[in-house]
Nanobody, 116 residues
């Protein structure tokens, strides 16, 4: 069955960097729109970054210039490179795959904590 497994979260100081990975299996990864969502304590889940099957990207305004989403179709993996991290980036980060017409898959999430 389809599965998304995130990794790479952790504790980082303000101004630091982290790279999240999301390994996909059980579906044709290269055909899917992949995205990273995040949910901070007490807040709604929000879209942080998205990458289409063609490689086009888009970001929420608050992470533009600091986060980079990328994908490696040979490894069935999507990445989120995060730099210049701020306390307000603290959240659980989720990977999502969407076929564009019906199938949607979510990972279990990985915690990112930005604190000194």
């Amino acid at each position: 069955q389809a599965q998304l497994v995130e990794s790479g979260g952790g504790l980082v100081q303000p101004g630091g960097s982290l790279r999240l990975s999301c390994a996909a299996s059980g579906f044709t990864f290269s055909n899917y729109v992949m995205s990273w969502y995040r949910q901070a304590p007490g807040k709604e889940r929000e879209l942080a970054a998205v990458i289409t099957s063609a490689g086009s990207t888009n970001y929420v305004e608050s992470v533009k210039g600091r986060f980079t989403i990328s994908r490696d179709n040979a490894k069935n993996t999507v990445y989120l490179q995060m730099s210049s991290l701020k306390a307000e980036d603290t959240a659980v980060y989720y990977c999502k795959g969407w076929s564009g017409w019906g199938n949607t898959y979510w990972g279990q999430g990985t915690q990112v904590t930005v604190s000194s």
